[in-house]
C-alpha cells in the first residue's frame, strides 16, 4: 500500500539558456502548460537556482550560456516560513537577507528561538542536508534591514577576519529626536561595554574600541531628524551611542536616551551594504528601501 504522505520525487529540470531573456519570460516558454501564476511561483519559493545563484525576481537576466536549474522538489513550507526574511542573493558560498524589525539575528541561548539564523539554517537544509549558515555580522532585534551571512566555513573566515578588506560601504538610515542643523558631521569617540551589557563613549582613548560614525541630514521634520550614517568601523550600539552623543537619540531609543516611541519600533535600519565577495571577488550592491514610518515622520 502506498504512503499517501510520502512526496513523489522528481528529477530537477536543467536548461541551458541559448539567447539572452527575462527569467520569467524564459519560465513561460520552458513550460508552456502552467498558469502564469504557478511560473511565478517557482521564482517565489526559490525554485530556480542559475550557476547555483539562487533566482527570484521575475526580471532577472539570462544570457546564452546560462545554465538554469528547476528543483521540483523544492520544499515550500520552509520557504514560507522565511516570515520576517527575504533572501536578496544566494550562491554556495554567501547569502545576503532583508530583516524586518523584531527578529534577533542569532539565539540568546534559548532553544528553538525564532532568529534569522534558525530560519536560514532551516531555508540551505532545504536545499540539500549537508548545507549549513555562518553568522557573519549581526543587526540589533529592532534594527532592520540588510544582512550577510556564510554558507561554507571558508567565506565566515575571509568575512569575518578581513571584515575592512572586504566591506566596501554600509549605511544606515535612522530617525532621531530634535532637528539637527548641521548637514553633516562626524563622530570619534572610544567605545566600552559595562557589566549592564550598555555600551558608553569617552572622547579620548580609555582602552575601549576606537569608533568612527559619519553622519548626513536626509530629511528634517517639525520634531525629528532623518539622517544617513556611513560607517568606518562596526561597534556594538555604535550609532545608537554616537546619536545620543550629539544630543539626537534615536526615536524607540530608550536605552540611550530616547523619550518618544513614535513608531513603535527603534528608528534604526541598514539601507545598504556594498562589498567585494569572498570567494568569486565579484563587488555586490545590495539596498533596503526607507520603512514607510520613518519617512511618515519627516514629512
Known amino acids: 500500500m502506498k504512503d499517501p504522505n510520502k512526496r513523489k520525487i522528481k528529477e530537477n529540470t536543467v536548461i541551458t539558456v541559448t539567447q539572452g531573456m527575462g527569467a520569467l519570460e524564459l519560465l513561460i516558454k520552458t513550460f508552456p502548460k502552467m498558469s502564469r501564476t504557478n511560473v511565478k511561483s517557482l521564482l517565489t519559493y526559490g525554485q530556480v537556482t542559475s550557476n547555483y545563484t539562487l533566482v527570484t525576481r521575475h526580471d532577472h537576466k539570462f ?16 520557504s514560507a516560513k522565511l516570515k520576517g526574511l ?25 532553544k528553538d528561538e525564532a532568529t534569522a539564523y534558525n530560519t536560514l539554517k532551516l531555508h540551505v537544509k532545504s536545499q540539500h542536508p549537508d548545507n549549513k549558515i555562518f553568522i557573519v555580522h549581526r543587526l540589533d532585534r529592532d534594527t532592520s534591514g540588510v544582512m550577510i551571512f556564510a554558507k561554507t566555513v571558508h567565506a565566515k573566515r575571509l568575512l569575518q577576519t578581513e571584515w575592512t578588506t572586504y566591506i566596501k560601504k554600509r549605511t544606515y538610515i535612522a530617525v532621531v529626536e530634535g532637528v539637527i542643523t548641521e548637514d553633516q558631521g ?11 551589557f550598555q555600551v558608553y563613549s569617552s572622547p579620548v582613548d580609555n582602552g575601549g574600541k576606537e569608533s568612527t560614525t559619519h553622519f548626513e541630514v536626509r530629511r528634517r521634520g517639525k520634531q525629528f531628524t532623518m539622517v544617513e550614517a556611513t560607517l568606518e568601523t562596526g561597534r ?7 546619536m545620543k552623543e550629539l544630543g539626537f537619540p534615536i526615536v524607540g531609543d530608550k536605552k540611550y536616551g530616547a523619550t518618544s516611541n513614535p513608531i513603535l519600533r527603534l528608528g534604526l535600519h541598514a539601507q545598504t551594504i556594498s562589498f567585494i565577495h569572498p570567494i568569486t571577488k565579484e563587488e555586490l550592491y545590495f539596498t533596503s528601501k526607507i520603512p514607510p514610518s520613518f519617512l511618515k515622520l519627516v514629512r
Open 63 to 78: 544570457v546564452a550560456g546560462d545554465v538554469v536549474q528547476i528543483n521540483w522538489n523544492k520544499d515550500r513550507t520552509v
Open 236 to 242: 556594538k550600539n555604535q550609532i545608537r551611542i554616537h
Open 186 to 196: 562626524t563622530v570619534h569617540s572610544w567605545l566600552t561595554e559595562n557589566s549592564q
Open 86 to 110: 527575504k533572501v536578496l542573493f544566494e550562491d554556495m558560498d554567501i547569502l545576503v537577507v532583508e530583516k524586518d524589525k523584531g527578529i534577533l539575528s542569532v539565539s540568546t541561548g534559548k
